[in-house]
């Protein structure tokens, strides 16, 4: 057996693992621990659970969390920072905003502390031009400290390097020629970006999780080797692309966010499959929701994200906001008397009251216990816990009773998800009754339904797969590298052949890299965009380009439109300005038969409950329960329904229709 992909997305609390026979159309699933703090381990068992063996693998592709969990637990290497004079607080003054829009206090603390953050002289102003030659022997001093003090990971971040890199390039010569391995990071390679603030902590982020993500990539690759697999090992980035596990530590600050990149690309080639490239993607977990924005067909890539609070990596990625509620999210009354809900979670462990581990707060999945939606049976004596603390912890003190309690959670729950689709879509001047919902994850098909029907959203589409469907994107997304180069002048003194040459230059370099890669693509693309603003605002617009060589006119013209588009305002009095030059190169990878997620030989004539169960929808209805790998194609339900399977359960609400389509998507018609 030859040519199978695998596709491997290690979460926090469990390994999926999708195998494709493209030949065949045969797919093999795993759903195994993920086992910390070496996830390698569940990698491997997520194989061996799947029956494979790894000597007919030909392609993995592999979703991590490493990077983005050292980033947000703070689990970092050592670091250290050289900086031009005068400027080592950069990272610490950032752009003075506040953790709390309406607050007067709160913390931050930098990825890289002060005294490990140290100046040289050396300056160049905006334009490039040299005012303080570099010090290399004040370089040198500074490189020997910080390997004194036990960095295991250097920085090199200079003021303007953006518009000359020449001292950035320079220093890392004379450092490399002391420190004691190759952990050495220039703020200007990752990000041509003027702002040095963002710049700093991008390079700063990615010299801290080098070492760490290298170390994992390589123990991998090593125990992957021992069991058969001969192949390249290619690594999900944040952008939605891969690429091979020898380069990725090199940048490594692009793979956080890995695996909601993946999980949206998941959604951009089921949609693509099931007619519907408008997609508001929704994947709730056990402890965060992640939401985006696809239009027509294209996942949204965005410069500047910020992982949590003045945690700006402004590096390409997928653009996915989050909100702190998941299935193990917790529900409390504060002092105030207020139900709250998250973003506090149980986690795995001890985890809601109702898996039996030893929880005692309640969350969202005990109040979905409590409501009928999921099955009482299958958690035992746990489930009478689940009900009985719910009307201690929530019930009783707001004078309801226990499924009332469990309802408000629920309810409240759904606000925070809506408020992260409406900053995904009505923020963005989208309209989401233009879109479909998008769920998966192991709880998102349970909030769907009522989530469409508060914001107008008139089709939820749930894949075959909700809770693998990060695994998926794994193996269905393309190779792709983004280019960003910082020009930052009034559109109307641009030289034109200058950004045509810089277009022209990234588009080449992407090209090279793509082909130095042993996949087998059917074609390569470029798409260009610039980031744009009027002269005097701060916050960037991007706007897509039609090729590498626009008129003026005509990047005056598309971003006056797109800053209609999403303000509804002109303002033809002030000048345009034009701030970066993005080119993506895409090499495409050939598509994948995904009918075969559902075994068509389980598939029934004709949808047969299975069980029929007690679930509250304002009031308890009787509900036909269905297992999903036995529905039929020309399926056609009307609600409520639940829908079970291996990985999730969907709850369609009364009155809601239900459909199938040739890949067993489910499609949900909500009405409003």
Not at 103 to 126: N, Q, S, Y
Not at 430 to 448: M, N, Q, S, T, Y
Not at 466 to 471: E, F, L, S, V
């Amino acid at each position: 057996m030859t040519g199978l992909v695998a596709g491997v997305d290690v979460g926090g609390t469990f390994t999926d693992l999708v195998i494709f026979d493209p030949a065949s159309g045969d797919v093999r699933l795993a759903k195994v621990p993920t086992t910390l703090p070496n996830q390698s381990g569940g990698v491997l068992a997520a194989f061996e659970a799947a029956g494979a063996d790894l000597k007919d693998i030909d392609l993995i592709v592999h979703g991590t969390t490493t990077t983005t969990n050292a980033v947000l637990e703070r689990a970092l290497a050592k670091t250290g920072l050289i900086t031009t004079m005068g400027f080592r607080d950069v990272l610490e003054l950032g752009r003075r905003t506040r953790p709390h829009a309406y607050g007067m206090h709160g913390t931050f603390t930098p990825v890289i502390p002060r005294d490990l953050r140290l100046e040289i002289p050396e300056r160049m102003d905006a334009k490039g031009r040299v005012l303080t030659p570099l010090d290399e022997d004040a370089l040198r001093a500074a490189v020997r400290h910080l390997a004194d003090q036990g960095c295991e990971s250097l920085v090199i971040h200079f003021l303007h390097a953006y518009a000359n890199p020449a001292h950035e390039r320079r220093a890392a010569e004379v450092a490399a020629e002391i420190w004691p391995n190759r952990y050495i990071t220039m703020g200007h390679a990752l990000l041509s970006e003027s702002r040095e603030y963002e710049r700093g902590v991008t390079a700063a982020v990615n010299a801290s999780v080098q070492p760490l993500l290298e170390r994992y990539v390589a123990r991998l690759a090593e125990q992957l080797a021992l069991k058969g697999y001969s192949r390249d090992l290619l690594v999900m980035n944040g952008n939605g692309g891969m690429v091979a596990a020898k380069d990725v530590a090199k940048e490594a600050v692009k793979t956080v966010m890995s695996g909601p990149a993946s999980g949206v690309m998941a959604a951009v080639a089921t949609g693509r499959r099931a007619g519907m490239p408008n997609l508001l993607t929704y994947d709730m977990g056990g402890t965060s929701t992640d939401v985006a924005m696809i239009r027509g067909g294209i996942a949204p890539v965005s410069n500047e994200i910020e992982v949590e609070y003045a945690m700006p990596i402004h590096v390409p990625m997928v653009d996915v906001r989050t909100v702190g509620a998941g299935g193990g999210s917790i529900a409390r009354i504060d002092a105030g008397g207020m139900l709250r809900v998250g973003p506090e979670s149980a986690g795995s462990t001890p985890g809601p009251i109702c898996y039996g581990r030893g929880g005692t707060r309640v969350t969202i999945s005990d109040a979905n216990l409590i409501l009928g939606r999921l099955p009482a049976a299958r958690f035992g004596q746990a489930a009478e816990a689940a009900r009985q603390a719910m009307q201690d912890q929530i019930g009783t003190p707001l004078g309801l009773t226990t499924e009332e309690a469990a309802e408000a959670v629920i309810r409240i729950a759904n606000t925070h998800m809506a408020g992260a689709i409406r900053m995904v879509s009505i923020s963005l001047g989208a309209d989401p009754r233009d879109f479909a919902l998008f769920a998966f994850g192991g709880a998102g098909p349970l909030h769907a339904v009522a989530l469409a029907r508060e914001l107008a959203i008139p089709h939820v589409l749930i894949p075959a797969r909700p809770g693998i469907t990060n695994a998926l994107g794994c193996v269905v997304a393309d190779l792709r590298h983004d280019f960003v180069r910082t020009v930052n002048r009034p559109l109307d003194t641009a030289d034109m052949a200058d950004l045509h040459a810089v277009l022209a230059g990234q588009e080449a370099e992407g090209r090279r890299l793509i082909a130095a890669e042993k996949i087998t693509l059917t074609a390569t693309r470029a798409e260009y965009s610039a980031d744009m603003q009027f002269v005097g605002q701060t916050h960037l617009l991007r706007v897509a380009l039609p090729n590498a060589t626009p008129s003026r006119e005509d990047l005056q013209s598309l971003f006056e439109a797109a800053y209609h588009a999403r303000f509804r305002v002109d303002l033809p009095t002030i000048r345009a300005n034009l701030v970066n030059l993005n080119t993506s190169v895409v090499g495409q990878r050939a598509e994948l038969d995904l009918s075969s997620l559902i075994d068509p030989k389980g598939r029934k004539p004709t949808a047969t409950p299975t069980d029929t169960r007690r679930v509250w929808f304002d009031g308890w209805h009787d509900t036909p329960v269905y297992w999903r790998d036995h529905l039929p194609l020309d399926l056609h339900l009307t609600g409520p329904a639940i829908i079970e399977q291996m990985d999730t359960t969907s709850i369609i609400d009364p009155g809601c229709t239900v459909t199938s389509d040739a890949d067993g998507n489910l499609i949900v018609k909500v009405p409003q």
